[in-house]
């Protein structure tokens, strides 16, 4: 029940009418105790730095962002946390004592996690990325911390792919990154690959769509990551899996991010427990729909 009390937490995107994380984080709220209204500001280009002056003035307890922001926030914020200034990318504003908020970005934290609980080790492992934007820059950090032996970013748009090699190349300070065109298989291993799935196509209603369908791809990777998570399985995933590899969908990513996020800005901590039940409970909404 919202009071005079409850305090405000937010999303701001565009668009954002469409996003799972008012649902989650309501969950995360419910089970705390916490008397937390989560809602979304559709924010458009351009309007960035007012709507954090806005979140600030206004006492907004915490803040996701999402697309296209995740960058743009940056120069708007007061501090940034090491895990964030080196991905260059921003999804979680918490607010900070002497005012402002500070940059996290739990995408990588909720990635790395989902791998781990499924049992994806990049250490010494080939990857390839399919996509070039925030989803897949969270991936390549998160690869690349995870010590892969090299990672292939498959873009549409090369230039974007090269440019996010680019970056983590730099900021790992190693040459481990590289980018091609989506088609481009001349220069990737025969086989044993981990494949990470993270452009929106494929997402619901496109369900009939995959970025790549080509044996030359899907037949090299034995693992593949799909950072969508509605469909449940999307067409990308169940090719892979008609080709023997094991695939996996983005819900725990979705879930885990959630977690660190709300955790970030109560100071309390969510157990494993409560993180499955809101998992169920988000997989049973995306399935009524
Ligand atoms: P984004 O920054 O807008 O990037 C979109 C990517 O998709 C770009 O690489 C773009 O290529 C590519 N793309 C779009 N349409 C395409 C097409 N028709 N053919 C080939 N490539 C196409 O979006 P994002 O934030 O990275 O999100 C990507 C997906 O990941 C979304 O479905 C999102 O829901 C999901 N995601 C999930 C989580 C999670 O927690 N599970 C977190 C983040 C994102 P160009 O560069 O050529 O335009």
Same mark, same amino acid.
């Given at each position: 029940?919202?009071?005079?009390?409850?305090?405000?937490?937010?999303?701001?995107?565009?668009?954002?009418?469409?996003?799972?994380?008012?649902?989650?984080? /309501?969950?995360?709220?419910?089970?705390?105790?916490? !008397?937390?209204?989560?809602?979304?500001?559709?924010?458009?280009? /351009?309007? &960035?730095?007012?709507?954090? =002056?806005?979140?600030?003035? @206004?006492?907004?307890? #915490?803040?996701?962002?999402? &697309?296209?922001?995740?960058?743009?926030?940056?120069?708007?914020?007061?501090?940034?946390?090491? #895990?964030?200034?080196?991905?260059?990318? %921003?999804?979680? @504003?918490?607010?900070?004592?002497? /005012?402002?908020?500070?940059?996290?970005?739990?995408? %990588?934290?909720?990635?790395?996690?989902?791998?781990?609980?499924?049992?994806?080790?990049?250490?010494?492992?080939?990857? *390839?990325?399919?996509?070039? #934007?925030?989803?897949?820059?969270?991936?390549?950090? %998160?690869?690349?911390?995870?010590?892969?032996?090299?990672?292939?970013? *498959?873009?549409?748009?090369?230039?974007?792919?090269?440019?996010?090699?680019?970056? &983590?190349?730099?900021?790992?300070?190693? +040459? @481990?990154?590289?980018?091609?065109?989506?088609?481009?298989? +001349?220069?990737?291993?025969?086989?044993?690959?981990?494949?990470?799935?993270?452009? +929106?196509?494929?997402?619901?209603?496109?369900?009939?769509? +995959?970025?790549?369908?080509?044996?030359?791809?899907?037949?090299?990777?034995?693992?593949?990551?799909?950072?969508?998570?509605?469909?449940?399985?999307?067409?990308? *995933?169940?090719?892979?899996?008609?080709?023997?590899?094991?695939?996996?969908?983005?819900?725990? *990513?979705? %879930?885990?991010?959630?977690?660190?996020?709300?955790?970030?800005?109560?100071?309390?901590?969510?157990?494993?427990?409560?993180? =499955?039940?809101?998992? !169920?409970?988000? @997989?049973?909404?995306?399935?009524?729909?």
């Amino acid at each position: 029940m919202i009071s005079g009390k409850t305090r405000v937490c937010g999303l701001m995107g565009y668009p954002v009418a469409h996003s799972m994380s008012p649902f989650i984080q /309501g969950k995360l709220a419910e089970a705390a105790g916490d !008397d937390i209204a989560y809602v979304t500001f559709p924010v458009k280009p /351009g309007s &960035v730095g007012e709507a954090v =002056r806005g979140a600030e003035a @206004l006492g907004i307890c #915490g803040m996701n962002v999402t &697309v296209p922001h995740k960058k743009a926030v940056i120069p708007f914020l007061v501090s940034l946390d090491p #895990g964030a200034e080196k991905v260059g990318a %921003v999804n979680t @504003l918490v607010p900070q004592e002497n /005012g402002g908020y500070k940059g996290y970005n739990t995408d %990588v934290i909720g990635l790395r996690r989902a791998f781990g609980q499924y049992g994806i080790d990049t250490e010494g492992r080939d990857v *390839m990325i399919i996509g070039a #934007g925030g989803g897949a820059r969270a991936a390549a950090f %998160v690869c690349a911390e995870g010590k892969a032996s090299h990672i292939y970013i *498959m873009n549409r748009s090369v230039e974007k792919g090269v440019a996010l090699a680019e970056d &983590v190349n730099k900021s790992m300070e190693m +040459s @481990l990154c590289s980018g091609h065109a989506l088609d481009d298989v +001349s220069g990737l291993p025969g086989s044993g690959m981990i494949a990470v799935q993270a452009t +929106s196509v494929g997402l619901s209603p496109d369900i009939d769509s +995959s970025p790549v369908e080509d044996e030359g791809i899907l037949g090299r990777a034995d693992t593949v990551f799909d950072l969508i998570y509605t469909p449940a399985e999307t067409k990308f *995933m169940r090719l892979a899996k008609e080709r023997g590899a094991k695939a996996y969908n983005g819900l725990w *990513m979705l %879930v885990w991010q959630a977690v660190s996020a709300y955790e970030l800005w109560t100071g309390h901590s969510v157990d494993e427990e409560t993180a =499955r039940r809101v998992y !169920d409970e988000v @997989l049973l909404k995306i399935n009524e729909n």
